[in-house]
Structures are given as C-alpha cells and as structure tokens.
C-alpha cells in the first residue's frame, strides 16, 4: 500500500502550504505513529491503522485547490470564530478533507473501518461505527504533527481532543513514549523511500 500509495501523496499542496513530499512524510510518520499506539494499547488493528494512517489526509488532494483560494480567509477566521481548521473547511467550502478523504475510500471500495476512520479523523466521536479506530488516526495525526512532520498549515489548528486520548487509556506519557519511538525511525534516511 505504501509503495501504491507514495507517489500520489509526494506532490506539493500550495493551498495546504505542504512541500513536495511533506504529505507522504506527514502520511507515513502518522501511519506509523497509528500502529506503534495499536501495539502499545494492545489493540487489533496494527495493519488496518497503518493503512488508515497512509491513507488519513487523501482528502487533500482533492480540496487543496479550494483551500487555496479561501486558505488566508480560514487562517484569519479560525481564532475568531473559535473553531478547528477541518470545522472552517466545512463551513467555508461545503465540506473537509476528511470527508472527502472517505468519500474517496468508499468509492475504492476499501473497508468500512477505513472509509470511517479516514472520515472522521478529526471527529473520532461522530464516527457510526469504528470510532476506537477513528480515534487512534485522530491521535495518530496529532503525533505527526507535534513531530512537525509535513502537515500542512493546519497541523496545530486541529488540536487533539480529550475525548480521544480517554478512549485509548492514553496519557501524556505516553504519547511521549510514541513520539520518541518515531523520533529513533526519523533518523532513518531510508524511511520516506518508496
């Protein structure tokens, strides 16, 4: 999957300020992060997280060039109107990566555990069904982010949500634990070549 999926998400998303490759670096670390927290948690998904966590941010691709016309609007909005980057997205432009992310994901016919955590990574709780999956991508994601592995201009305007961290039995320690783990891969010049 990650060999398939690379060299869709190494292209550079102006609209989301992502460099080339800074997508698949940010895809990659938050798959990774997904089934280091699956083993750590002793949950069942490992594969499934990992292919999830690739797979998170698709949505991009697809809505980067909304963003790129509305993005400075968001950006000024989303202090003022005291609201997340993806619930701006929403609002402004009908819909959000995420959503689009697991539109894509059904329409590929993939599982309904990838097509729900894809959606709803950034709103674990709103998830039918598989929100302990949602929530490990929504956390997942987070790590990725506080490592400032390619995210884009939304990687800390999507904060991590309590809620998520209680499901998964997670504390600070360790989403420390996790981040220094990944932090040991990052030396790794050969992790991000597919």
């Not at 539109?103 to 894809?118: G, H, M």
């Not at 201009?153 to 309590?162: A, H, I, R, T």
């Not at 981040?179 to 991000?192: K, N, R, V």
Request: charged share 20%; aromatic share 8%; net charge negative.
């Amino acid at each position: 999957m990650a060999s398939a999926v690379a060299p869709i998400l190494k292209i550079k998303l102006v609209g989301y300020e992502i460099d080339q490759d800074g997508l698949w670096k940010h895809s990659m670390i938050t798959a990774m992060a997904a089934k280091s927290l699956c083993k750590k948690q002793n949950l069942p998904y490992g594969d499934v997280a990992f292919t999830a966590g690739l797979l998170h941010d698709i949505g991009k691709l697809v809505i980067s060039i909304y963003v790129q016309e509305v993005g400075a609007y968001l950006l000024e909005k989303v202090t003022a109107a005291n609201l997340s980057y993806v619930e701006l997205e929403e609002k402004i432009i009908g819909f959000n990566h995420a959503t689009v992310g697991g539109f894509l994901a059904k329409n590929w016919n993939l599982p309904e555990d990838l097509v729900q955590s894809i959606s709803w990574h950034h709103a674990p709780s709103s998830a039918q069904y598989h929100s302990e999956l949602a929530s490990v991508i929504h956390v997942a994601n987070g790590i990725a982010s506080l490592l400032g592995i390619g995210g884009g201009v939304d990687s800390f305007l999507n904060p991590l949500q309590q809620e998520a961290l209680d499901r998964l039995s997670l504390k600070e320690s360790d989403l420390e634990f996790i981040m220094s783990e990944l932090g040991e891969f990052l030396l790794d010049p050969t992790i991000f070549s597919y």
